[in-house]
């Protein structure tokens, strides 16, 4: 069946009128041996597929628990109890340097794993290993910018404001560097164990994690920084 | 196949088979690189955009927040075609309604309390007034 | 070094909760004996605790919560009987315990009765009628149910050290706040079911993954049995809402534990964005709790009336429906709280809207049964009596979806009479009729008929005359969670709830006692042909208990109904299909990373209630560090070789053999 190179939604037609029910290569009862489509009537799916689609919902769950926290900053971000106001404590050109660097860790994740599909050792480390550079220097950032405020007497504690900004802000960063120890974990088990079958799915698993984070900090320097700072 | 040996090639996949996103086995690796290259390129201009437009007067005041939004809802949309490789094909098809789903919930989440607690905060007295009332 | 942990944490002082706390450490500590003498440590590690087979786990999910619907039945009966003899008077709880005893309640019925009963039956059945060996990620769902257990562990270990919440089964603020609840009450809650959320969501994404990626070869959606539909439909709020009460409660945790201020009332916290975002996760989880037990009695309708169901399309389309509009109706919870006329009519229409959904399915479920040739077995009996309360429940919901209606009513008894309406004849009822109607296939033999008949009639009737009062003191004018009682005409109504309790207790004692009975005489109820109730779907095509492998050769489904299709044609050529290729079946291995890890996450919780901070760095590492040990394991699957697998499915099929015989000579079958 070669539909390479045509558009998707072709290819489709085209299997539609081949096979209207989907049964793939398996007539009834032949027996033959056909890995599962995932479109479901051909049999479980291959694990490659299943456990990427499996931690795909996680973050979709994930992402609900993020929303709550900007529902609730976007809730309280008038409540600064006669404390200071988002305006004030945002720092945009920091902010700046914090995306720059989470955007270049997702570019050089989705690097590491093209090195991966190539069964590339050497670039999935190295790859891996900037990511994690980047990573750690946007943690790093973030820090300094809490240590910073609460230096100043600007702390969670102060106002309902500060509590969701720094609730959400931090939940971000808390999964950044979670992330950064997986990174870690996943280093050390590609180098000892090589590209195997679960190495390879768990890494499907980190790049989604990561771009994901990403996406996250898209919404919070946006809404929480970039908003916030015209107010 | 066991897992104990390394997969050298890779698993060769049905070609029909469902991905998840962000997971492409067949995928040449020069097309993989190209579409991180247009992926940062697209992040980097939206990005820039957004930042430059938050400081500025270019368009009407009280227009940037959805300007912002807008750009930032691209730029989401670039992460997911170009990093996460989200298709219309009918490889796709389960991740578009598992992300569909979740957007769903998102808006429902976000806009419904919104809505929810800005009448809220509208039609009841302030705890601080309350408790000061009760003294 | 014990943080805020000593001696008076012991409730010496307090006769009940002391007693109540001996009894059972005496019983545990029996019951750990009694093992250990009998030397069942190594069978019982080897095949339950480490176990990862969906089977095994889903009987562990329902043991647990059978045990804690025991427990919280318990609660109810002092509550009850509180109010009862507190009319003009102190009754025999103060105030503080009675508070504790309706939060846990409530928590406990919720959290660790209705759930893990319904999760066990979502394990049980979905791999099975899927036609597939197990769920998508079965090390997950070991972790996901000792989780679970560990935090109803928390919830039973505050009866003995500490106290319980006493803000209700959903701690509102700011009385759930440090400043009003500074002991350790509300932080058992917050912990315990933290923990136990996680395993939930977990399980969440395990069956859509399922659902979605694992079905055997000819399974289209539109061929899935309805149980397995509405355990999809489930499992997707599951995920779309337990991040939810992840969030909000750790919101709650950061306001009590380094003093925020998300729903503090004093420096601008929220208390009222607390109700919004825990009703956005409450009120689909109810829906969690009734979509698989609707599902059930689907499964059950169309096998005791021997046809298939009605309108399977629409049915489909009406738990879609549902699924979605459960999440679109959450502030009718809390109507009373100002949100104003737009806001209200908003959800007060969504909330009557979504009872079309259960409406379709009334409807489908009657006319399942007419024409049909109806059997009134017991799981029979639990769904006749299930339709006649569900509706009544469900109409007094939609009364009280009217806001101006609702205004009157909310928390108040009829409140109170409502939900437990809907829940007990909806949820509770349904897990009876499965579990009536699914134990002979996991277990062998069937449960004792008579005995369960009368548990049946017991708990019906003690239901209504229990709970019919409350709707009647709620129209007096009774707010809900009272200690005691000022008004002498509520005094009547309260004594014959009371009533309705000795009922329901004895129908209690009739369903232990058929549990123990039909051990007792489990040869005579043998179930041998594996399909016992003349079912329709791919469960009843396995041997009673099924093989650890499930299915020997995964089938091939041509059709909705897919075992009823293979039955039919059985009896027309009046032979099974020929014996297939069998091939060497791979199977995940057992493993005690999810014990492991709940054993951690349970020293990790107590120490964060007590503040023994040492403590719960130490978990936390050790817990870690599990987790990293198992992910570097080598080996996940073993092999079940060729001759095993011929072995035990020719002994299913000598047993279908027989039961060809006997099912043409009775000619059973239209």
């Not at chain 3, 919280?72 to 009319?87: C, K, L, P, V, W």
């Not at chain 3, 996901?144 to 106290?163: D, K």
């Not at chain 3, 277990?443 to 009368?454: D, E, P």
Request: with cysteine.
């Amino acid at each position: 069946m070669s539909d390479m190179g045509l558009p998707a939604s072709v290819g489709a037609i085209r299997r539609v009128r081949e096979d209207p029910h989907r049964l793939g290569y398996r007539a009834h009862g032949s027996g033959e041996d056909v890995e599962g489509t995932g479109h479901g009537t051909t049999g479980p799916a291959h694990k490659r597929i299943i456990v990427g689609y499996g931690f795909w919902i996680f973050l979709l769950s994930d992402i609900v628990m993020f929303s709550c926290f900007f529902a609730a900053f976007a809730v309280q971000r008038g409540a600064t109890a006669g404390g200071p106001s988002i305006g004030e404590i945002v720092d945009i050109r920091r902010v700046g340097f914090e995306t720059a660097a989470l955007l270049l860790s997702s570019y050089t994740c989705m690097l590491s794993f093209a090195a991966t599909n190539k069964r590339n050792l050497l670039w999935t480390q190295i790859f891996l290993f900037v990511t994690g550079l980047l990573g750690l220097i946007f943690v790093l950032l973030e820090l300094q910018e809490f240590i910073e405020l609460a230096g100043k007497g600007i702390t969670p504690q102060r106002s309902g404001m500060l509590t969701s900004f720094f609730g959400l802000v931090g939940l971000h960063g808390l999964h950044v560097t979670l992330g950064g120890v997986w990174l870690a974990t996943m280093m050390a088990q590609v180098q000892i164990k090589g590209f195997r079958r679960e190495i390879v799915h768990r890494l499907i698993c980190f790049n989604l994690f990561w771009h994901a984070l990403d996406i996250v900090w898209i919404g919070i320097f946006t809404i929480v920084y970039l908003m916030g700072s015209g107010a | 196949m066991s897992d104990l040996e390394s997969d050298p090639h890779g698993v060769v996949l049905d070609r029909r088979e469902d991905h998840a996103p962000g997971d492409e086995p067949l995928e040449d690796s020069g097309h993989w690189i190209y579409n991180a290259n247009l992926g940062l390129g697209f992040s980097i201009l939206l990005t820039a955009a957004a930042f430059f437009l938050a400081g500025s007067h270019i368009i009407y005041g009280p227009s940037i927040p959805v300007a912002l939004m807008v750009l930032a809802v691209a730029q989401m949309g670039v992460h997911l075609v170009f990093f996460l490789h989200i298709t219309t094909g009918p490889d796709n098809t389960n991740n578009v309604l598992a992300l569909a789903f979740g957007v769903l919930v998102v808006f429902l989440i976000g806009a419904g309390s919104i809505w929810i607690m800005d009448h809220l905060n509208q039609n009841m007295m302030p705890m601080e007034q309350m408790i000061q009332m009760e003294r | 070094m014990f943080g805020k942990l000593d001696w008076s944490a012991v409730p010496f002082s307090q006769p009940i909760p002391l007693i109540t706390s001996i009894i059972v450490i005496l019983v545990v500590l029996g019951v750990l004996g009694l093992v250990t003498a009998k030397g069942w440590w190594p069978y019982l590690w080897r095949e339950w605790i480490t176990t990862v087979d969906h089977k095994r786990i889903g009987i562990m999910y329902c043991l647990l919560g059978v045990v804690m619907l025991i427990r919280g039945f318990a609660d109810a009966i002092m509550m009850r009987t509180q109010q009862a003899a507190a009319i003009g008077g102190p009754g025999y709880l103060p105030p503080e315990h009675y508070n504790q005893i309706f939060s846990a309640h409530g928590t406990i019925m919720i959290f660790f009765g209705a759930m893990p009963l319904v999760i066990g039956f979502m394990n049980f059945l979905v791999p099975l009628q899927l036609g597939v060996r197990d769920v998508a990620f079965p090390t997950f769902n070991s972790v996901s149910f000792w989780l679970t257990a560990s935090g109803a562990l928390l919830v039973n270990v505050s009866l003995f050290i500490g106290e319980f919440a006493r803000t209700g089964w959903l701690p509102y603020p700011p009385l759930s706040e440090a400043t009003y609840s500074p002991g350790v009450g509300v932080d058992y809650y917050l912990w315990a079911v933290q923990i136990s959320g996680v395993g939930t969501l977990v399980t969440g994404i395990n069956f859509v993954t399922t659902v979605l990626k694992m079905r055997c070869p000819g399974m289209s959606y539109m061929r899935m049995p309805m149980f397995t539909w509405t355990a999809f439909a489930s499992s997707l709020i599951i995920v779309a809402v337990f991040p939810i009460l992840t969030a909000t409660l750790a919101m709650l945790t950061l306001d009590r534990y380094v003093g925020w201020h998300y729903f503090t009332n004093t420096a601008g916290g929220n208390p009222m964005m607390f109700m919004n975002l825990i009703w956005a996760w409450g009120h689909p989880e109810v829906y969690i709790l009734v979509l698989p037990s609707f599902g059930i009695f689907s499964e059950i309708f169309s096998t005791f009336s021997g046809k298939p169901l009605f309108g399977y399309r629409s049915m489909v389309a009406a738990t879609l429906f549902i699924c979605i509009v459960s999440m679109m109706v959450w502030l009718h919870h809390f109507f009373t709280m100002g949100a104003g006329p737009a806001v209200n009519t908003f959800f007060g229409v969504a909330s009557s809207v979504i009872a079309v959904g259960t409406g379709v399915k009334i409807y489908n479920w009657v006319f399942t049964m007419y024409g049909g040739r109806v059997r009134f077995e017991v799981p029979m009996l639990w769904s006749m009596g299930f339709i006649f309360t569900f509706i009544i429940g469900g109409l007094t919901g939609v009364l009280l979806a009217v806001p101006p209606a609702d205004f009157l009513v909310h928390n108040s008894m009829f409140l109170v009479a409502h939900f437990h309406n809907v829940i007990v004849g909806g949820v509770v009822f349904a897990l009876f009729a499965g579990l009536e109607f699914w134990f002979p296939k996991a277990f062998g033999f069937r449960l004792h008929a008579g005995l369960g008949k009368a548990a049946f009639w017991f708990a019906f009737i003690g239901f209504w005359v229990t709970f019919a009062p409350l709707y009647i003191l709620g129209l007096m004018g009774m707010t809900r969670r009272l200690q005691h009682v000022i008004v002498p005409a509520w005094g009547f109504w309260l004594y014959v709830s009371v009533a309705g309790v000795a009922i329901l207790i004895v129908g209690v004692i009739l369903q232990v006692a058929q549990l123990v009975v039909s051990i007792r005489d489990r040869e005579k109820l043998r179930d041998v042909t594996g399909d016992l109730w003349d079912g329709r779907s791919l469960e009843w095509a396995t041997p009673s208990p099924p093989p650890f492998f499930n299915f020997a050769v995964l089938p091939n489904v041509e059709g909705e109904e897919p075992y009823w299709g293979i039955k039919l044609r059985a009896v027309e050529t009046q032979q099974l299909s020929p014996e297939p290729k069998y091939e060497p079946i791979e199977m995940p291995v057992n493993s005690p990373v999810g014990f492991y890890t709940a054993f951690f996450a349970t020293v990790f919780g107590f120490a964060m209630i007590w503040y023994i901070w040492w403590l719960a760095i130490v978990a936390l590492v050790a817990a870690y560090a599990g987790f990293a040990w198992f992910a570097w394991r080598d080996v996940h699957e073993f092999e079940v070789p060729v001759e095993e697998v011929a072995r035990v499915d020719r002994a299913r099929r000598a047993a279908r053999e027989v039961f060809l015989t006997q099912l043409s000579r009775q000619e059973v079958l239209p």
